[in-house]
């Protein structure tokens, strides 16, 4: 990873991560205060179809809108084998509404492989070990990734650890949870 940057007042800004699709979430570091927040994917129903959800691309403009983010890292996910046609489009839909708000932003995206950010934040691929990952290097914020639906949480914060750590910054105390989790 990069060279390691103390990060000092001068430099106040946001690095985000994203686990992209319905079930993820979105987590905002900010490495000079040292601070985490971390929402759920903003969904909302499909007009005419109570059945049907999507990202709601307006209430993630709104999540993003106030931060001052420069960096911005997503999971680079493709439909695997035995996923349906319908889920893999809702998927694909999800993740390139969350990419889209994120360049509207002009934000510096980074795409980066499930296997290259769990190997850097040694989370395993078991849904559950990540989350207990993830309430190790989040103490304050481990009351979120409790139950198996948290998933998402856990990853996008990982993935914003990931970026944070990708761009060479090191911290000298932990991050304190600041918001979140809708």
Not at 58 to 87: C, M, Q, Y
Request: glycine fraction near 8%; hydrophobic fraction near 40%.
């Amino acid at each position: 990873m990069g060279a390691k940057i103390n990060v000092g007042a001068h430099m106040s800004f946001t690095v985000v991560g994203i686990d992209p699709g319905k079930t993820g979430a979105i987590t905002f570091i900010n490495p000079t205060e040292h601070t985490i927040e971390i929402f759920d994917m903003p969904i909302r129903q499909v007009k005419n179809d109570s059945k049907r959800s999507e990202v709601d691309a307006k209430a993630l403009f709104d999540l993003v809108d106030p931060r001052n983010i420069e960096h911005g890292f997503i999971e680079d996910v493709w439909s695997r084998t035995g996923d349906g046609n319908v889920g893999a489009f809702n998927f694909g839909d999800s993740y390139g509404t969350a990419k889209t708000v994120l360049l509207a932003y002009d934000i510096d995206l980074v795409r980066v492989l499930p296997n290259v950010w769990k190997k850097n934040m040694r989370a395993p691929r078991d849904k559950t070990l990540s989350r207990q990952r993830a309430s190790e290097l989040f103490p304050t914020a481990a009351s979120l990734f409790k139950r198996v639906k948290d998933d998402g949480r856990a990853e996008s914060a990982m993935i914003a650890l990931y970026g944070a750590f990708s761009l060479g910054f090191e911290f000298t105390r932990p991050l304190t949870l600041i918001g979140g989790a809708n």
